[in-house]
């Protein structure tokens, strides 16, 4: 009984860090610091998807915390970040984010998470289920990080950092869900980023620079 | 058997076409692997015909009356494209805007974009079908931004973003039907999120949860089938890709979108008890209708011309599955199929227009019926088709539609029938100028591909003037199981 709270509460605790490190990507501008803080988001993911797999003793999921290591802690960051060395784009900051207007409208994102994760969480019966409303606010906060960035190497941190809240909703509202699809999510992560680091090349030839301001053209007549 | 081809042979083509596809017979191999994937479909189609559903593979895959049709409309309007696509990518070639390697990823894409919407249509796996529409999603990214402009790229950033967010919101939406799932079915690992397993236990799920999950399901897919006001994607993306990739994401991937949300519809409606769902449907797709009409006015770009009456198109087909019954689901279904077949033969044409006028621009294409009467008289034809002119068989869908609503909600009939004449009168401005007047515009190299046009064309006035008994027991098979 002792130990299963001990994991609960951890539980918790991690759920309360991924929160605060969407929060800290949010306050970034430099693009080098966002990809050290997504693969923190995915340290603790694994740690999070460890916990819930020794409690609920599914082998599953051992698995998928394994794949969380290899891809989200090693492999994106480590390919992130020789992209943003390659295009040579490790000063780039992004000057005209508000950021305090973000945060507000970030914490406002979190309460209207929590509001309507509420309700659904008092039905779950696994140990996790307080933490939906928080996987809800991580990718909401991505959600946000995405519209008001115009780098293009920040948006992809964004939705990388959405999947990752999606993640978490998998195990905590549901300890996971069947191992096909969640192999069929990282397999499409991957092949996503594999294009998308293509365009960044071919964006950089065609415009000179990652900057989505570049990218305007195409507007109603 | 059967099943496992019509999902095999497309991917066996992804390699295949991998490996050979920048040889000069690619083009037509593509058609063969396609008509090979057709004539799998048939047989798919026919066994289904003769001996009911199929449930397959440890219930992994499902074919009933609603998925077969879409199949089977899918695999046809694939086969034709690709009978378009081979003499259009050689003129491409030809004006050095594509060369052989583009060629390549452009022929393994293409089926790989087929297998996924296929995959999409068939599982039974509410998973595997977000995970098969993401597949089409990346496949489809990279067709579009195949010329490597400015404005291609951009277009399929825009592409990517959008819909890339729009499947995360699905995602999170399956996630949640999940959860439902769960609690109902208990964990059978891969069998809580089985559509069949869910529609059987729809009554037991919980109403909240599946509240939320069809808002996210609906946001989520709607992205893809370009309701407004996620849209955004939709003009970009069909402007600037190969016309034969505007033809399928029109005429295909918007249906089988379409087709997600509507299979999450069945289920939230029978665990809610309430028409909530279907309003929600309503209200997206008249949204939908009203604003893509309006658009139509502004657009300069022919190809934009007619993702801007996709928009509004695929707004009304949302809002017929939201009315629900017996009669607007047929209608819907037959607006599903009739539109399909119209749109990609328009684009055919829009495509070999701009071709042989060397630009998209509308102000600039003039005179169609001069250099080519085929390709006048097909774009002329095809406008009208899809405007609902009597004989075509988009009269009768759209005939069908309004009068169901105006039984059922009366209120909606005048915003539907405004947003009918408004793109009446916005596409029949544009396409009269282009088909006739002067022009000096050289011949096309290579001779266009005409024959899907008129065949869909074609078509489209049978249904509209006879429809085949089987066909229509087909539909209302259809139409009895979305229920509503």
């Known amino acids: 009984m002792l130990k299963s709270q001990l994991i609960a509460q951890s539980l918790k605790l991690l759920a309360a860090c991924l929160l605060l490190i969407s929060f800290a990507m949010l306050s970034r501008r430099r693009t080098q610091r966002l990809v050290i803080l997504f693969a923190w988001q995915g340290a603790i993911l694994f740690l999070s998807t460890c916990l819930v797999a020794y409690d609920a003793g599914l082998t599953e999921l051992w698995y998928s915390a394994a794949l969380t290591l290899v891809l989200k802690v090693i492999a994106l960051p480590w390919i992130l970040h020789r992209l943003i060395q390659r295009l040579g784009a490790q000063w780039d900051t992004e ?5 305090p207007i973000t945060m507000l409208a970030g914490l406002a994102l979190v309460i209207f998470a929590f509001g309507l994760a509420q309700p659904i969480s008092m039905l779950a019966t696994t140990i996790t289920r307080n933490t939906l409303g928080i996987a809800l606010a991580v990718i909401l906060l991505s959600f946000l990080m995405m519209i008001t960035r115009r780098k293009a190497v920040t948006q992809v941190i964004g939705f990388l950092a959405m999947e990752n809240g999606l993640f978490f909703a998998a195990t905590s509202a549901t300890y996971g869900m069947p191992m096909v699809i969640e192999l069929g999510i990282a397999l499409d992560l991957l092949v996503g980023v594999f294009i998308l680091g293509i365009f ?3 964006i950089r030839e065609q415009f000179d620079s990652l900057d989505l301001h570049h990218l305007e053209a195409l507007r109603e007549d | 058997m059967e099943l496992l081809l019509v999902l ?33 479909a048939t047989l798919l189609v026919v066994r289904v015909i003769r001996h009911g559903p199929l449930l397959v593979w440890h219930d992994q895959f499902l074919v009933d009356s609603f998925n077969v049709f879409l199949v089977a409309l899918t695999v046809f309007v694939g086969f034709t494209t690709a009978i378009f696509s081979r003499p259009y990518m050689r003129i491409e070639e030809h004006h050095g805007r594509l060369n052989p390697r583009r060629l390549r990823l452009y022929h393994s894409m293409y089926q790989l974009f087929m297998a996924a919407m296929l995959l999409a249509l068939l599982t039974n796996n509410m998973g595997l079908l977000w995970v098969a529409m993401e597949a089409a999603t ?7 931004s195949l ?5 291609s790229l951009e277009a399929a950033w825009k592409y990517f973003i959008l819909c890339g967010v729009g499947i995360a919101l699905a995602l999170f939406g399956t996630i949640l039907l999940y959860f439902a799932a769960e609690q109902t079915l208990g964990r059978e690992g891969m069998t809580a999120l089985l559509w069949t397993h869910l529609d059987a236990v729809k009554e037991h799920l919980e109403p909240r949860v599946l509240g939320l999950a069809f808002v996210f399901l609906l946001v989520g897919y ?6 407004v006001p996620l849209h955004n994607w939709l003009p970009d993306a069909h402007a600037e890709g190969p016309t034969p990739v505007s033809a399928v994401l029109s005429g295909l991937l918007l249906n089988v979108a379409l087709y997600a949300v509507v299979r999450c519809k069945i289920l939230a409606e029978g665990s809610i008890g309430s028409a909530l769902p279907g309003r929600m449907l309503m209200g997206f797709g008249l949204l939908s209708a009203v604003l893509g009409a309006f658009f139509l006015w502004r657009q300069r770009d022919i190809k934009r011309l007619f993702g801007y009456s996709s928009i509004e198109h695929m707004g009304i087909i949302t809002f017929a599955f939201g009315l629900g019954g017996p009669v607007a689901n047929f209608a819907a279904l037959l607006h599903m199929t009739v539109h399909s077949l119209t749109k990609s033969s328009i ?12 630009t998209q621009r509308i102000d600039d294409i003039r005179g169609l019926a001069g250099i080519s009467p085929t390709i006048g008289w097909g774009l002329m034809l095809g406008s009208i088709a899809i405007l609902g002119m009597p004989p075509f068989g988009v009269f009768t869908s759209e005939f069908l539609i309004l009068t169901t609503a105006m039984r059922d909600h009366p209120w909606s009939t005048p915003i539907l029938l405004i947003a009918l004449g408004v793109a009446f009168a916005g596409i029949f401005s544009k396409v009269q100028p282009m088909v006739f007047g002067e022009s000096d515009a050289p011949p096309l190299p290579h001779s266009p591909a005409m024959v899907p046009v008129f065949l869909h064309l074609a078509m489209v006035l049978t249904l509209g003037l006879y429809m085949p008994p089987a066909l229509a027991e087909w539909y209302r098979a259809a139409a009895r199981l979305i229920g509503g």
């Open chain 1, 200 to 202: 960044f090349f071919q």
């Open chain 2, 138 to 144: 990346l496949s489809t990214v990279l067709l579009v």
């Open chain 2, 8 to 40: 095999g042979l497309p991917l066996a083509g992804t390699l295949l076409l991998a490996l050979l596809g920048a040889r000069h017979f690619a083009g037509e191999l593509n058609i063969g692997v396609s008509f090979a994937t057709l004539a799998a």
């Open chain 2, 347 to 358: 684009f055919f044409t829009a495509g070999h227009a701009s071709q042989a006028a060397g």
């Open chain 2, 147 to 151: 010329y490597r402009t400015k404005a």
């Open chain 1, 95 to 99: 000057p005209i984010v508000n950021i």
């Open chain 2, 222 to 227: 709607g992205t893809k089938v370009g309701l």
